[in-house]
Structure formats: structure tokens, C-alpha cells
């Protein structure tokens, strides 16, 4: 019985009993309605309601009683219907089984097929893996073969050299033994040897005390005073050769000193590069137009005038067509200036109380670009602690010019020159690029106060708090005090190097002209010279004496003559070398 015959006879019994439960509860309540008492002849009304209520309930139960037989009849015939349908499941699946068997048979059928070509292609495979294993043999059997036949033959080339081995130690085995004999020969001749040389010693021995008796007798002399004077002459020969190697020592710590020297200076030189710009006290200011000039003049020139008097500076308008001249020997004073009149130019109201006005605005800005400037540097320079005032001073710095040379700039380069040297020479660079930094910070002042702009600037510095290192190295760097430490010589020569470069200074053409001519006259004024030569932009003089007329010692004298009166009459930038030549040179710096 399938599953679903099962659940359809399942339901027909609930229905059933369903039915036969509806069944009893009716004849129940059949039962007591007619055992009910009859109604009396009035017929009460909760009587009447009371009847028509049992007869609701049996109509109730007889439509329930119908419906549960209509739905027996359903459940019957859907069972029947459901008998039908597994009747035809069961003829479908036999229908399958026998399918089944007929396509299990086919398989079967031809796995036998597949199974006999399957041992057909081994066998045959296997006859062939059995062709290749058996020619693969033979081959390897051939190789063997040949392998034998080479280890034989290599065993007997073994065999024969073992056996020339043996010779050959044979051979040895005599040689070490006939060397061996020879050995015990030679031991015997040495010992016999040092016996013979044991009893000459002795006989030396006493003939060197026979003849150091004899020495002591006829020099009158013990051997302890003869080997003190022979210390003494051999202390004297040492000594004066001890002086010569010193002499040789110290030329040539010189030459590599000077080699030396030159070499940092030089590298220095190269690493440090800074701009320039020319010497002028002349300031140039372009105008719109020339009706410009009108204004700035002013009626019966009171404008010109107000100008000058507030600002210091002289103001030149000439037939220069737009354009007017500033002029000043101070540089701070002139740039002002320049600044005021350019802002009222810009403006267009010109007049002396706005002239006022104006020049307080350009002094203010030209004090902040100034501050601006000497912090820029000390930046630059890596000097970090330094007094205020002494920062104020070192931006005035920056419109003063030596030679072409802006002072700033060149207290900048100079410094870092001087921190290359002292870096070189593994010496305190922080130090000694201050007191290069700080050596020209009296030109600031030179305008202003009398003296020369090393001993002001040393005060200057001694009076702000700067170490005595650095004061010295001020105030040393022209020569006004001798120099007596490293810091001062390496700041003179940074200072030589970044003011005496080519390149460094500039002059006009006309005075560098001059300046040459004059130092060949000079030179070629003197008795016994033949040839001068101005060379290296006038840095270097080449005087070429006649050798008859003047001697070493006058070739000396008139080096010295040249440089000394070069230095009373000429004005230059760094140094002049003043060589003599004759067949020696000597040489002496113009400083």
C-alpha cells in the first residue's frame, strides 16, 4: 500500500467517525426533547422558544449528518481515483524496471566490448614497451660495454703510474739517505768547527786584554775616559747632523705648509662665490616725463630746496632727458633719498611739507630693508646670538661698497671663506666666522666718527659684548695691532682672499690704467732696472734687474724700496707682489 492510499484511508475513518459522533449527539438530544413534559394548553413561551431552538439544533445536526456523507462519498471517490492513479504509477515503474534492464544489459554488453579492445590495446602496448625496453637495452649494454672498456684501460694507465710512483719514491728513498749521510758528515766538520773557533776566541780574548793593557800604558789613558771623550766627539756629530736634518726637516714643512695653505686657500676661494656690484655715489632716478622736473623744482625752487635740506642729499637735474641725479657720499642717506623722491614722483604731490612726510616713510623702509638684510646674512652665516644694535649697524651695510664691492656681501663671503679655512684646519669655525663676519662692521660708522674702521669696529664689538678672540681679530685684520692669534691671521686671510680675487672689485678703466702706468714708473724709475711688467690685473709687479749693476743684496733693498713707496702713493684694492729678478728672486708684499 503506497502512502497516499494510506492518508486517504486515514481521512474516510475520521469522517466516519466525524459522522457517527454527529449521529449520537442527535439521538441525545432527540431523546430528551421527547421526554420533555407537555406544553400546557396556553403554551408558554420559554417552552416554544425552548422547542424551536432543539429543532434548530436537530436541522443543525441533519445538514452536518448530510455533509459529512457527501464528504465520505468525495473521500471514497478520491480514493478510488487515487487507486486508479497508483495502479497506473505501478505499471509505469515496471515499464521502468524493464528499461532498466535492457539498458543495463546494453551496458553490460558493451563494457565486454570496450573491455576486450581495452586487453587487445594493452597487449599491444605492452608488446611494444617490450621492443623499447629490449632496445634500450642492448644500447645500454653497449655503453657498458664501452664504460668497461675505458675504466680497464684507465686502471692500467693508474696501474703505471702508481708503478712510476714507486720508482720515483724509490729514488727519493736514496737520495734522503745519501743526504742523510751527508748531513752527519757536515754536523761532525761544524762541531769540530766550533771547537776550533771556542779555543780562538779565548786566544782573542787575551790578546784584546793584552792589547787594551798596552793601549791604557802608552796613552796614559783608562778605558773609562776614553770612552767618555768618544761619547762626546760622537754627541757633537750627532747634534750638528741632528741640526741639519732639522734645517731639511723645517724647509720642507715649510714648502708643504705653503703648498698646503695655498690649497685651502684655493678651495676656499672656489666654494665661495658672491655678487657684486659697482662703486657709485651717484643715484639715477628715471621720470615720467620732463615736465617732471618743473615740480620737483618748485616755484623759485623751493621744492629742490626743501629736498636737500631734509634729506642730505644733492639733487642734480640737468638736460639728462628724464631722468635726475642723486648725490651723497653716504649710501644709507642717498638710497633714502632716492626712495623719498621716487615716492613723490609716483604721488605727483610734491611740496616741502609733503617732502617731509614722505622721507620719514622712506627712512622707516629703508631701515626695515636694512634690518631685513643684516638678518638675512646672519642667517645665511649661521650666527644666531648677536646685539641688536650691532644687527642695526650690520644692515647699514648693505648700500656701502669698497671698491665696487657691496660691504655686506662681502662680510658674507668672507666668512664663509674663513669657516672653509678653519674647518680644513679643524679649528673652532663658529668662532672665526664671527670675527670674519663682524671685521668691517666700522665702515658703518666711518662716516660718523674719526679712525680707521678696524679699531672702531673693535670697539664696537668690545663694547656689545663680543668675545676678546673676536675683538682682536677686528681690530688686527689691517695690521693696525699685530696679529697674535689663529682667528686674527685667518681673518686677514679671508679677507685678502674675498677683496683681492679677480673678479671681486672693480674700478674704472681709466684709473685702473693710471694705476698700472704709475706702478711701472715706479719700478722702472729705479737705478739697474731693465724690464717691468705689471701682471695679474696689477696685483703682481716683475722687475727684471741687470745682474751686473745690482747684487743680491741690492735686489733685496730695491724690492723693498718699490713695495714701500707703492704703498705711500698708490691706492688699491688687497695687495701688490713685487718680485725682483735677477738670478735669484726675492720677493716682498706692498700690505
Given at each position: 500500500?503506497?502512502a497516499?492510499?494510506?492518508?486517504?484511508?486515514?481521512?474516510?475513518?475520521?469522517?466516519?467517525?466525524?459522522?457517527?459522533?454527529?449521529?449520537?449527539?442527535?439521538?441525545?438530544?432527540?431523546?430528551?426533547?421527547?421526554?420533555?413534559?407537555?406544553?400546557?394548553?396556553?403554551?408558554?413561551p420559554?417552552?416554544?422558544?425552548?422547542?424551536?431552538?432543539?429543532?434548530?439544533?436537530l436541522?443543525?445536526?441533519?445538514?452536518?449528518?448530510?455533509?459529512?456523507?457527501?464528504?465520505v462519498?468525495?473521500?471514497?471517490?478520491?480514493?478510488?481515483?487515487?487507486?486508479?492513479?497508483?495502479?497506473?504509477?505501478?505499471a509505469?515503474?515496471?515499464?521502468?524496471?524493464?528499461?532498466?534492464?535492457?539498458?543495463?544489459?546494453?551496458?553490460?554488453?558493451?563494457?565486454?566490448?570496450?573491455?576486450?579492445?581495452a586487453?587487445?590495446?594493452a597487449?599491444?602496448?605492452?608488446?611494444?614497451?617490450?621492443?623499447?625496453?629490449?632496445?634500450?637495452?642492448?644500447?645500454e649494454?653497449?655503453?657498458?660495454?664501452?664504460?668497461?672498456?675505458e675504466?680497464?684501460?684507465?686502471?692500467?694507465?693508474?696501474?703505471?703510474?702508481?708503478?712510476?710512483?714507486?720508482?720515483?719514491?724509490?729514488?727519493?728513498?736514496?737520495?734522503?739517505?745519501?743526504?742523510?749521510?751527508?748531513?752527519?758528515?757536515?754536523?761532525?766538520?761544524?762541531n769540530?768547527?766550533?771547537?776550533a773557533?771556542?779555543?780562538?776566541?779565548?786566544?782573542?780574548?787575551?790578546?784584546?786584554?793584552?792589547?787594551?793593557?798596552?793601549?791604557?800604558?802608552?796613552?796614559?789613558?783608562?778605558?773609562?775616559?776614553?770612552?767618555?771623550?768618544?761619547?762626546?766627539?760622537?754627541?757633537?756629530?750627532?747634534?750638528?747632523?741632528?741640526?741639519?736634518?732639522?734645517?731639511?726637516?723645517?724647509?720642507?714643512?715649510?714648502?708643504?705648509?705653503?703648498?698646503?695653505?695655498?690649497?685651502?686657500?684655493?678651495?676656499?676661494?672656489?666654494?665661495?662665490?658672491?655678487?657684486?656690484?659697482?662703486?657709485?655715489?651717484?643715484?639715477?632716478?628715471?621720470?615720467?616725463?620732463?615736465?617732471?622736473?618743473?615740480?620737483?623744482?618748485?616755484?623759485e625752487?623751493?621744492?629742490?630746496?626743501?629736498?636737500?635740506?631734509?634729506?642730505?642729499?644733492?639733487?642734480?637735474?640737468?638736460?639728462?632727458?628724464?631722468?635726475?641725479?642723486?648725490?651723497?657720499?653716504?649710501?644709507?642717506?642717498?638710497?633714502i633719498?632716492r626712495?623719498?623722491?621716487?615716492?613723490?614722483?609716483?604721488?605727483?604731490?610734491?611740496h616741502?611739507?609733503?617732502?617731509?612726510?614722505?622721507?620719514?616713510?622712506?627712512?622707516?623702509?629703508?631701515?626695515?630693508?636694512?634690518?631685513?638684510?643684516?638678518?638675512?646674512?646672519?642667517?645665511?652665516v649661521?650666527?644666531t646670538?648677536i646685539?641688536?644694535?650691532?644687527?642695526?649697524?650690520?644692515?647699514?651695510?648693505r648700500?656701502?661698497?669698497?671698491?665696487?664691492?657691496?660691504?655686506l656681501k662681502?662680510?658674507?663671503?668672507?666668512?664663509?671663506?674663513?669657516?672653509i679655512?678653519?674647518?680644513?684646519?679643524?679649528?673652532?669655525?663658529p668662532?672665526?666666522?664671527?670675527?670674519?663676519f663682524l671685521?668691517?662692521?666700522?665702515?658703518?660708522?666711518?662716516?660718523?666718527?674719526?679712525?680707521?674702521?678696524?679699531?672702531?669696529?673693535?670697539?664696537?664689538?668690545?663694547?656689545?659684548?663680543?668675545?676678546d678672540?673676536?675683538?682682536?681679530?677686528?681690530?688686527?685684520?689691517?695690521?693696525?695691532?699685530?696679529?697674535?692669534?689663529?682667528?686674527?691671521?685667518?681673518?686677514?686671510?679671508?679677507d685678502?682672499?674675498?677683496?683681492?680675487?679677480?673678479?671681486?672689485?672693480?674700478?674704472?678703466?681709466?684709473?685702473?690704467?693710471?694705476?698700472?702706468?704709475?706702478?711701472e714708473?715706479?719700478?722702472?724709475?729705479?737705478?739697474?732696472?731693465?724690464?717691468?711688467?705689471?701682471?695679474?690685473?696689477?696685483?703682481?709687479?716683475?722687475?727684471?734687474?741687470k745682474?751686473?749693476?745690482?747684487?743680491?743684496?741690492?735686489?733685496?733693498?730695491?724690492?723693498?724700496?718699490?713695495?714701500?713707496?707703492?704703498?705711500?702713493?698708490?691706492?688699491?684694492?688687497?695687495?701688490?707682489?713685487?718680485?725682483?729678478?735677477?738670478?735669484?728672486?726675492?720677493?716682498?708684499?706692498?700690505?
Amino acid at each position: 500500500m503506497s502512502a497516499l492510499d494510506v492518508v486517504l484511508l486515514s481521512a474516510v475513518i475520521l469522517l466516519a467517525l466525524a459522522v457517527l459522533a454527529g449521529l449520537v449527539l442527535g439521538a441525545r438530544a432527540l431523546r430528551r426533547f421527547n421526554a420533555q413534559p407537555a406544553a400546557p394548553a396556553g403554551e408558554d413561551p420559554t417552552y416554544t422558544a425552548e422547542r424551536e431552538r432543539h429543532e434548530q439544533s436537530l436541522a443543525t445536526l441533519r445538514s452536518k449528518a448530510e455533509e459529512v456523507t457527501s464528504t465520505v462519498d468525495t473521500a471514497k471517490s478520491a480514493a478510488a481515483a487515487a487507486r486508479t492513479e497508483a495502479a497506473a504509477a505501478k505499471a509505469e515503474a515496471s515499464a521502468a524496471r524493464a528499461e532498466a534492464r535492457r539498458m543495463l544489459d546494453t551496458a553490460r554488453a558493451e563494457a565486454d566490448t570496450v573491455l576486450d579492445r581495452a586487453h587487445k590495446q594493452a597487449e599491444q602496448d605492452a608488446e611494444q614497451l617490450r621492443a623499447a625496453a629490449r632496445r634500450s637495452g642492448e644500447r645500454e649494454a653497449a655503453m657498458l660495454a664501452a664504460t668497461t672498456k675505458e675504466h680497464a684501460a684507465d686502471v692500467e694507465r693508474r696501474a703505471a703510474r702508481m708503478d712510476e710512483r714507486e720508482r720515483l719514491h724509490s729514488e727519493e728513498v736514496e737520495r734522503l739517505t745519501e743526504r742523510e749521510r751527508r748531513l752527519a758528515k757536515a754536523i761532525a766538520e761544524v762541531n769540530e768547527r766550533e771547537q776550533a773557533l771556542a779555543a780562538r776566541e779565548v786566544l782573542i780574548a787575551e790578546a784584546e786584554e793584552h792589547r787594551r793593557k798596552e793601549l791604557e800604558r802608552v796613552a796614559g789613558l783608562t778605558a773609562e775616559v776614553a770612552r767618555t771623550e768618544l761619547v762626546e766627539a760622537i754627541e757633537v756629530q750627532a747634534k750638528r747632523e741632528a741640526a741639519i736634518l732639522v734645517r731639511d726637516i723645517e724647509a720642507d714643512a715649510r714648502a708643504t705648509g705653503e703648498q698646503r695653505a695655498r690649497h685651502i686657500v684655493v678651495e676656499a676661494i672656489q666654494r665661495v662665490a658672491s655678487e657684486q656690484t659697482a662703486e657709485s655715489v651717484v643715484s639715477v632716478l628715471h621720470l615720467p616725463g620732463d615736465e617732471m622736473k618743473g615740480r620737483i623744482i618748485g616755484r623759485e625752487g623751493r621744492n629742490i630746496r626743501a629736498f636737500e635740506s631734509v634729506t642730505g642729499v644733492n639733487l642734480i637735474i640737468d638736460d639728462t632727458p628724464e631722468a635726475v641725479l642723486l648725490s651723497c657720499f653716504d649710501p644709507v642717506r642717498r638710497e633714502i633719498g632716492r626712495l623719498t623722491l621716487e615716492k613723490l614722483v609716483l604721488d605727483g604731490r610734491i611740496h616741502p611739507h609733503r617732502i617731509e612726510e614722505v622721507f620719514e616713510t622712506a627712512k622707516q623702509e629703508v631701515e626695515r630693508l636694512c634690518q631685513r638684510a643684516a638678518e638675512d646674512a646672519l642667517v645665511e652665516v649661521g650666527i644666531t646670538e648677536i646685539h641688536p644694535e650691532l644687527v642695526t649697524l650690520l644692515g647699514r651695510l648693505r648700500y656701502r661698497t669698497s671698491y665696487g664691492q657691496n660691504v655686506l656681501k662681502h662680510l658674507v663671503e668672507t666668512a664663509h671663506i674663513a669657516g672653509i679655512m678653519a674647518a680644513e684646519l679643524r679649528l673652532d669655525a663658529p668662532l672665526i666666522k664671527r670675527g670674519a663676519f663682524l671685521h668691517d662692521i666700522g665702515k658703518a660708522l666711518t662716516h660718523e666718527v674719526e679712525g680707521s674702521h678696524a679699531l672702531i669696529g673693535a670697539d664696537l664689538a668690545r663694547k656689545y659684548g663680543e668675545s676678546d678672540e673676536v675683538v682682536h681679530a677686528i681690530e688686527a685684520h689691517h695690521n693696525e695691532v699685530q696679529p697674535q692669534t689663529i682667528e686674527a691671521v685667518l681673518t686677514q686671510a679671508s679677507d685678502a682672499c674675498s677683496g683681492g680675487r679677480p673678479g671681486a672689485r672693480r674700478e674704472s678703466l681709466e684709473a685702473y690704467v693710471k694705476r698700472l702706468e704709475r706702478i711701472e714708473e715706479i719700478a722702472g724709475g729705479k737705478t739697474g732696472v731693465e724690464k717691468v711688467f705689471a701682471m695679474q690685473a696689477g696685483r703682481e709687479i716683475r722687475v727684471m734687474v741687470k745682474p751686473d749693476d745690482v747684487d743680491d743684496i741690492g735686489a733685496a733693498v730695491l724690492a723693498r724700496d718699490v713695495a714701500k713707496q707703492i704703498e705711500e702713493e698708490l691706492t688699491y684694492p688687497g695687495q701688490i707682489r713685487v718680485t725682483v729678478v735677477r738670478e735669484s728672486r726675492v720677493t716682498e708684499i706692498a700690505r
